[in-house]
């Protein structure tokens, strides 16, 4: 498919298509052999309005019967839901970190078709390990908040004298994803001015030339500054609000609180700062690691933290904060014992948000890393962009051909001067290589690569499809940053 034609379906609701294979909707699912006994949940695509700086703005939602956004769910348990849809286009929800069937995996025509509007699909598979996940439009329509937690607790989770706080990320812009895109292409509508890609080669990006080599200092005579941020949004929002009227989460004095953080945003890196608190980092990605002490830990988008805090025993308020990467915004949420005292906190920090790179990806440890066992194929990808005409690819993508019950290994390149937080359908990685340097890294599903960096990742095929492995970019993937691992047979 041609990159023009790919853009005109993504317009309407379809995400990088690929492939003319289009399973009814019927039979696009697993179903059970025999009818079960308890009804699906319910899972409803809607409308909703939030307030973002004294305006009212029409968003998407993702929500139960009972209005409560998102979905829990036990370990081991059935993936059982019945989505359906209120809104007047079409649409298809990705489950994020869980590892569904190809054919439930929420892709448009890859290979179910988009969910029309007042349709309902019945998805029925198994859930697997807990973990924080989420759930989100794999269309345009991910920029305008259509995205929700998904989170799977076992029995350790519920067994634990622990608070759940859940925080989800957004970068919201009044402006919609179709008019985002066009400024970033140079093709705004008269009197919208199109987006100074140069301006984005500021300070930060200077100062932070390699993020992933753990270089610092000026760029390099003869190459380009990397680009931090292409678009700057109107609001960042933690749990859809913006720090000037943040939401307030009530915790007990001498309590502990387990942050699970959902980056969701569509272009916006993060640093999560805990403040005075000190904290672990537990999880990522809904994979449990080796406890990592710290206050900063970096979120990409479509990643997820779990951070662990022991508040103290004289209580007080504790913003839990955002920090925009290499800019001065922020978002985040305040946990505030009883009768404590909230402040109000500036929108802009005193300094600018830390550049992502890779020190913590290369501090990590998983608690269960993949079994040890030969590989049976390599590949190498090459991330490549052109920022001035706003195209993205991957180059060496065609030849992702594996066979089912391989052990495989990805090396991929990042050749621009952009981040990219890749993320692989159906499958969960373990990152074993560095910048050139082996690791025994975090096991995940989303991994950032910093201008010019490297990683390998690892995984065994054990779930047959044509899998997306794409930049979480929206607006990267939207022009090209998207790949395919193709199991031998399929399509």
Known sequence: MKRREFLNDLMVGAALLGTSTILTPMRAFAQPATPKASAPRALSVGYRTIDVKGRSARVFGLVQMDGRPGLALDAGSEFDVALSSAIDEPTLIHWHGLTPPWAADGVPANPAALLRPSETRRYTFPVGAGGTHWMHAHTLQEQNLLAAPLIVRTADDLKRDEQDVIVLLHDFSFLSAEE?????????????????????????GMQHMMPGNGMTGMAMPGMAAMDINDIDYDAYLANDRALDDPEIVRVDKGGRVRLRIINGATATAFTIDTGRLSAELVAVDGQNVEAVAG?????????????????????????????????????????????????????????????????????????????????????????????????????????????????????????????????????HFQVVGINGAPVVGAVRDTVMLPPMASVVLAFDADNPGRWPLHCHHLYHMATGMMAYVTYHGIG
């Open 180 to 204: 985002l895109l066009a400024k970033l292409k140079g093709n705004a509508a008269p009197g919208v001015m199109p987006m100074d890609h140069g301006s984005m080669n500021g300070m930060a």
């Open 295 to 427: 206050t900063t830990f970096p979120v990409a988008m479509g990643q997820r933290l779990d951070i662990r805090l022991n508040l103290p025993k004289e209580g007080g308020a504790f913003p839990v904060l955002a920090l925009r990467e290499g800019a001065f915004q922020r978002t985040g949420i305040v946990l505030a014992t009883a009768a404590a005292d909230v402040r109000r906190i500036p929108v802009a920090g005193e300094a600018e948000g830390p550049v992502l790179g890779l020190d913590l990806e290369q501090r990590l440890r998983p608690v269960r890393p993949l079994a040890a066992r030969p590989v049976d194929q390599r590949f190498e990808l090459s991330l490549t962009g052109d920022m001035a005409a706003y195209t993205w690819g991957v180059d060496g993508a065609d030849g992702l051909i594996v066979k089912r019950g391989q052990r495989i290994e990805v090396t991929i390149r990042n050749m621009s001067m952009m981040a990219h937080p890749m993320h692989l359908h159906g499958h």
